[in-house]
């Protein structure tokens, strides 16, 4: 290898690293890779900022826009009442969720479906007394599938898309991956309805223990210093015989008093641990002599106004690696955190000392407003409020799946050509004030777009260096014996080893220069070997932080890291194989 494939693996790892170790956001690590490429001369300006002008971040925009428009006006609300039928069993139940989440994903981004029907999925479960944790992977790994079946269906098809253009080959068609991912969305909701039962264990979420009034949480008060209640028996503070809430243990000077009686004295300074309904939690603050054991997060609100908010902190989040002493986060959001849940477990530890990961989910109290003022922005991967009354459809609600037909059709007929259709649709919905100018711009999540922009001129560097070509040679050797299905496999199952560590979107576009090369080789179509590419960094059934989907039902669904990799294994072996099967036989040598 020359240096500059020498280099351009070396900037390939760096970006990796960064991105595993959440050293920085997705985005400046993507644009540090891309800076650091132009520099050495190994890309010209034009093909680092390649990306930027490649209609595959403008659609994904445009796709993001519509996506808030159907949140906002309900317009998925049909598919909610479809999906929370009466069904009898947990299977017919959970076909009635797999089959229109999957048909919705083909066409509408998924991140907002699951957002939309992951508070009423779970409160349905659990009004009939079944555990959401049946629920909510299903829903995350059914958006999932229906990814794969058309262009729209996910952001790295039109990525994928986006790089066949930039290297001089047709775009991909509105249904053209539709052979390979039909069948897959199809085999792989059988999967999910037969399997989930057997093999996804049952799990408690956060909801359970804050919402209903069997479930506990548990909150941390401390005795104020020569406050009114140092000095006074638990029995003559008032705390003995509370409603709905009961104090469990006391922490003085590093010991635990365990169990505490009516007769336990009570001293400044004493950290009270409190288990009950999460609907006492803030009587607690008017308590004399009692503050919270996190008090600078504390919020001062009346009862009437306070509201519990369930938030899933995700990768482009700036809370990730920080504590909540260090993010101000009283004072930057206006909430107090009760609790953090982390793998289905509550940490038990002081709260503002903690540094928050990927896939933490907050249990907090705000005001009304909080859920308005952060829907659109990276802080929260998810915000739920506990409690919270379904949406429902609005008038405009038509309007908004007419602009979505409107792109499906001119796009498969070749009316237009996709980026034209989005922003068009894109146009309607602030013309018709559906969304305001301010909601639609908010609505674009920029790090995604500099992500995926960025990403152009790193690719562009691994395949002018040779790197690409390199790799490739390696795989076609290895595999080279078991024939095209041998080089395509090997394809397929790097790419799903590297969606597991970074995002959907980079290791599609790390990929996509390797795998046209590895076609070369083998003198293969390199369309088929693209479309392998786009399925298998759009389908992470493995870990919850693959795909931002499975971190927004992470902590709700109380799973733990390893319940991925039960009900995913057979999925993922089920997508590559019908994947390395069909492909060849669809775009033959």
Same mark, same amino acid.
């Given at each position: 290898?020359?240096?500059? +494939?020498?280099?351009?693996?070396?900037?390939?790892?760096?970006?990796?690293?960064?991105?595993?170790?959440?050293?920085?956001?997705?985005?400046?690590?993507? $644009?540090?890779?891309?800076?650091?490429?132009?520099?050495?001369?190994?890309?010209?300006?034009?093909?680092?900022?390649?990306?930027?002008?490649?209609?595959?971040?403008?659609?994904?925009?445009?796709?993001?826009?519509?996506?808030?428009?159907?949140?906002?006006?309900?317009?998925?609300?049909?598919?909610?009442?479809?999906?929370?039928?009466?069904?009898?069993?947990?299977?017919?139940?959970?076909?009635?969720?797999?089959?229109?989440?999957?048909?919705?994903?083909?066409?509408?981004?998924?991140?907002?479906?699951?957002?939309?029907?992951?508070?009423?999925?779970?409160?349905?479960?659990?009004?009939?007394?079944?555990?959401? =944790?049946?629920?909510?992977?299903?829903?995350?790994?059914?958006?999932?599938?229906?990814?794969?079946?058309?262009?729209?269906?996910?952001?790295?098809?039109?990525?994928?898309?986006?790089?066949?253009?930039?290297?001089? /080959?047709?775009?991909?068609?509105?249904?053209?991956?539709?052979?390979?991912?039909?069948?897959?969305?199809?085999?792989?909701?059988?999967?999910?309805?037969?399997?989930?039962?057997?093999?996804?264990?049952?799990?408690?979420?956060?909801?359970?223990?804050?919402?209903?009034?069997?479930?506990?949480?548990?909150?941390?008060?401390?005795?104020?210093?020569?406050?009114?209640?140092?000095?006074?028996?638990?029995?003559?503070?008032?705390?003995?015989?509370?409603?709905?809430?009961?104090?469990?243990?006391?922490?003085? *000077?590093?010991?635990?008093?365990?169990?505490?009686?009516?007769?336990?004295?009570?001293?400044?300074?004493?950290?009270?641990?409190?288990?009950?309904?999460?609907?006492?939690?803030?009587?607690?603050?008017?308590?004399?002599?009692?503050? =919270?054991?996190?008090?600078?997060?504390?919020?001062?609100?009346?009862?009437?106004?306070?509201?519990?908010?369930?938030?899933?902190?995700?990768?482009?989040?700036?809370?990730?690696?920080?504590?909540?002493?260090?993010?101000?986060?009283?004072?930057?959001? /206006?909430?107090?955190?009760?609790?953090?849940?982390?793998?289905?477990?509550?940490?038990?530890?002081?709260?503002?000392?903690?540094?928050?990961?990927?896939?933490?989910?907050?249990?907090?109290?705000?005001?009304?407003?909080?859920? *308005?003022?952060?829907?659109?922005?990276?802080?929260?991967?998810?915000?739920?409020?506990?409690?919270?009354?379904?949406?429902? $459809?609005?008038?405009?609600?038509?309007?908004?799946?007419?602009?979505?037909?409107?792109?499906?059709?001119?796009? =498969?007929?070749?009316?237009?050509?996709?980026?034209?259709?989005?922003?068009?649709?894109?146009?309607?919905?602030?013309?018709?004030?559906?969304?305001?100018?301010?909601?639609?711009?908010? +609505?674009?999540?920029?790090?995604?777009?500099?992500?995926?922009?960025?990403?152009?001129?790193?690719?562009?560097?691994?395949?002018?260096?040779?790197?690409?070509?390199?790799?490739?040679?390696?795989?076609?050797?290895?595999?080279?014996?078991?024939? /095209?299905?041998?080089?395509?496999?090997?394809?397929?199952?790097?790419?799903?080893?590297?969606?597991?560590?970074?995002?959907?979107?980079? $290791?599609?576009?790390?990929?996509?220069?390797?795998?046209?090369?590895?076609?070369?080789?083998?003198?293969?179509?390199?369309?088929?070997?693209?479309?392998?590419?786009?399925?298998? $960094?759009?389908?992470?059934?493995?870990?919850?932080?693959?795909? /931002?989907?499975?971190?927004?039902?992470?902590?709700?669904?109380?799973?733990?890291?390893?319940?991925?990799?039960?009900?995913?294994?057979?999925?993922?072996?089920?997508?590559?194989?019908?994947?390395?099967?069909?492909?060849?036989?669809?775009?033959?040598?």
């Amino acid at each position: 290898m020359g240096w500059e +494939a020498w280099f351009s693996l070396v900037v390939v790892v760096g970006v990796l690293l960064a991105l595993v170790k959440d050293l920085a956001a997705p985005a400046v690590a993507m $644009a540090a890779g891309m800076v650091a490429v132009l520099v050495a001369g190994i890309v010209t300006p034009g093909e680092a900022l390649s990306g930027f002008s490649n209609p595959a971040p403008l659609t994904v925009a445009g796709l993001f826009i519509l996506a808030r428009a159907v949140e906002k006006t309900g317009a998925l609300t049909p598919v909610v009442r479809a999906t929370l039928g009466e069904g009898t069993g947990v299977r017919r139940s959970l076909a009635r969720l797999v089959a229109p989440t999957t048909a919705a994903s083909a066409f509408l981004n998924n991140t907002p479906i699951v957002a939309m029907l992951l508070p009423q999925i779970r409160s349905w479960a659990e009004s009939r007394g079944r555990s959401p =944790s049946l629920y909510l992977m299903p829903l995350s790994f059914a958006a999932l599938l229906g990814g794969v079946v058309t262009l729209i269906g996910t952001s790295t098809n039109l990525v994928i898309s986006g790089l066949l253009e930039a290297s001089g /080959q047709p775009g991909l068609g509105f249904f053209e991956m539709s052979a390979v991912g039909l069948p897959i969305a199809i085999v792989g909701g059988l999967l999910l309805v037969l399997l989930t039962p057997v093999l996804l264990p049952i799990r408690r979420s956060v909801r359970e223990e804050a919402e209903e009034a069997s479930r506990k949480f548990v909150v941390d008060m401390v005795v104020d210093r020569g406050g009114a209640l140092s000095g006074k028996s638990v029995e003559e503070a008032g705390l003995r015989h509370l409603q709905g809430l009961f104090l469990a243990t006391i922490e003085r *000077d590093g010991d635990l008093i365990a169990p505490v009686t009516p007769e336990t004295a009570l001293r400044g300074g004493d950290r009270l641990q409190f288990v009950g309904k999460s609907d006492q939690v803030v009587d607690l603050q008017a308590t004399r002599g009692l503050s =919270s054991a996190e008090a600078s997060h504390l919020v001062e609100l009346e009862n009437d106004q306070a509201r519990y908010f369930e938030v899933v902190i995700g990768a482009e989040s700036t809370l990730v690696g920080k504590t909540l002493n260090e993010a101000a986060f009283r004072s930057r959001y /206006q909430a107090a955190v009760l609790a953090i849940h982390r793998a289905g477990q509550r940490i038990e530890a002081k709260l503002g000392q903690v540094p928050l990961r990927v896939g933490d989910t907050l249990l907090l109290v705000a005001d009304r407003g909080f859920r *308005d003022r952060w829907r659109d922005r990276n802080d929260f991967l998810l915000i739920s409020s506990l409690g919270a009354k379904p949406p429902v $459809a609005t008038s405009r609600a038509w309007l908004v799946g007419g602009l979505t037909l409107g792109i499906v059709l001119t796009a =498969s007929l070749g009316l237009l050509p996709i980026l034209n259709a989005t922003l068009l649709a894109a146009v309607g919905l602030v013309v018709f004030r559906v969304l305001t100018p301010g909601e639609a711009r908010s +609505a674009v999540n920029l790090d995604v777009i500099i992500l995926i922009a960025a990403a152009f001129g790193v690719a562009a560097a691994v395949e002018r260096s040779g790197l690409a070509e390199v790799v490739a040679s390696g795989l076609v050797g290895a595999f080279d014996g078991l024939g /095209q299905h041998g080089v395509l496999l090997a394809v397929v199952l790097a790419t799903v080893i590297l969606t597991a560590v970074v995002s959907n979107n980079a $290791a599609a576009l790390l990929m996509f220069p390797i795998a046209i090369s590895a076609a070369a080789a083998t003198n293969i179509d390199p369309r088929g070997f693209a479309i392998a590419v786009a399925i298998a $960094a759009s389908v992470d059934f493995l870990t919850p932080i693959g795909y /931002q989907t499975n971190t927004m039902v992470y902590g709700p669904g109380g799973y733990r890291f390893f319940d991925y990799a039960r009900l995913g294994a057979p999925l993922t072996a089920t997508v590559i194989i019908l994947t390395v099967v069909i492909i060849p036989l669809q775009w033959p040598a």
